[in-house]
């Protein structure tokens, strides 16, 4: 079943869709996702879940708690390899042109505790690509820069063992001038370049699982109809979900994201409290389109979802609402059980 927009209904139970056959399994599987989010018909404005809306760590006062992992930080290499590449080999053969300043990066990778207990345990990752960044605040959304930190959401979910172990990691741009402007952030991203980075830095401290990559873009992360989040969907790698998170919602980036893989989940999440001049009728209409053209797999979704963050600062704290409404069930073992994409 694929998803577009919201859905009602009650939650299907993920241990009763573990006994089902594949295609009542994949049914029972998308109406649990989708149960995720309040019912309503696309265009409402439903209250997020009550567990999404806790505050983001960095919006108190106070000093953030010590973070129960380490932190390591890797430049882009000069000549990215493969995807298709072992984890962290370079490319055979002959070298590649030299990467152009505007799409090189500076890696960082949370590894939490839990995660460090079996480096040889292929885990989970996220990939987290942040907006505009004119402040030139280094690994913003990475413990730079007062928003928040994709860490700390993380490392909170995995502690009270609402999503599996799983690391985080995230590329810092290295010329400013390459994220000051939404629309042309994050030219032709590489995502496969970036993975093989991250897996050669954690060496021997923690695997990547390369069949559960999660992918998220917060505003000018998934502006770029050809760069950010839109050119990593099309990486060798294939990803198991993207989420994208109030972003410009342009209607040529509508098609890409509806192109996706059919075994890629695909979540669109905006609000309308502080950025309501966007085409989002125009976008829904053409990912609507894209997705009768490009129809996912069975269980696999397709969801458009605006949400009314409670915080302060809505387009901020869309970043915390959205990854702790949809990391549990995206890396549920039940997130795709009738293809291949995800690990046991």
Partial sequence: MTA???????????????????????????????????????????????????????????????????????????????????????????????????????????????????????????????GTNEARIEHRWMGGGQEGDVRRIAAQLMEAGRIPPMLVAAPSAVLPAAVAVARTSWPAF??????????????????????????????????????????????STPVHAALVIDTCMDVDIALPLARSRPTTHVVVSWQTMTWAKRPIADF???????????????????????????EPMPHDAMVPLVLRRWLPPLLSPDAAPSVPCVSP
């Fill in 284 to 310: 829904r209409r053409a990912f609507q389109r894209g997705v009768e053209a490009h129809p996912a797999a069975p269980g696999v979704l397709r969801e458009l979802e605006p949400l009314v963050p409670t």
């Fill in 190 to 235: 590489d995502l496969d370049a970036f993975l093989d980075a991250t897996a050669a830095r954690l060496r021997g401290v923690a695997t990547l699982d390369r069949a559960r990559v999660v992918v998220a873009g917060h505003s000018g992360g998934g502006c770029n109809k050809a760069g950010g989040i839109a050119t990593a969907l099309s990486a």
């Fill in 4 to 130: 577009v927009g919201r859905r009602g209904g009650a939650r299907a139970p993920r241990a009763a869709a573990r006994g089902l056959a594949p295609a009542t399994r994949a049914f029972a599987l998308a109406a649990g996702l989708a149960a995720v989010s309040s019912p309503g018909a696309v265009g409402a404005q439903p209250k997020p879940a009550p567990t999404a809306a806790a505050p983001a760590a960095s919006t108190s006062a106070a000093a953030p708690a010590q973070l129960d992992g380490a932190t390591y930080d890797y430049e882009h290499p000069s000549a990215p390899a493969s995807g298709a590449a072992e984890q962290g080999a370079a490319q055979a053969g002959a070298a590649a042109p030299p990467v152009p300043p505007e799409r090189r990066w500076r890696g960082r990778a949370f590894v939490h505790r839990l995660a460090a207990a079996d480096p040889a345990r292929p885990l989970p990752i996220l990939v987290f690509l942040h």
